[in-house]
């Protein structure tokens, strides 16, 4: 498979990215901006999105109940060289099944996420799933 993606500068306050029909807003600004995702947040929801569609994909295979999941992700960065040191996540659902199945989603999501398996293999990527209730 092949993915394109085509970005381009606005202004000195931002640039816009085109995928498909769909358009994200980047902040490239040097000062940030609030009403936009800096590079490194939109890894992150690059890195949620990988986990959260690895759910929708495995959870009929395994034939495993939720309800509802989120995912919630932190980086830290060093600043010489720039570069991420290690990303941190949690997968919450929303689900009454075991321990042990929640651990083999966990388990499913992370080995055949795209993102997921290409991050791992550039930062230590730690986390846990866990239920909500």
């Known amino acids: 498979m092949e993915y394109r993606v085509h970005a381009h500068r606005i202004d000195a306050h931002g640039s816009l990215a085109v995928a498909k029909e769909a358009q994200v807003t980047l902040d490239t600004d040097l000062a940030g901006r609030r009403d936009a995702m800096n590079p490194v947040e939109l890894l992150l929801s690059a890195l949620a999105a990988c986990m959260l569609k690895g ?34 996540y949690e997968i919450i659902v929303d689900s009454a099944e075991t321990d042990q199945r929640l651990d083999l989603l966990h388990r499913n999501v992370l080995k055949y996420g795209t993102i997921s398996n290409t991050l791992s293999a550039a930062v230590p990527l730690e986390g846990q799933m866990r239920r909500s209730r």
């Open 55 to 88: 759910i929708e994909r495995v959870t009929p295979m395994l034939h495993f109940q939720i309800d509802g999941a989120e995912v919630r992700l932190e980086a830290l960065r060093q600043d010489a060289p720039p570069k991420l040191t290690r990303i941190r």
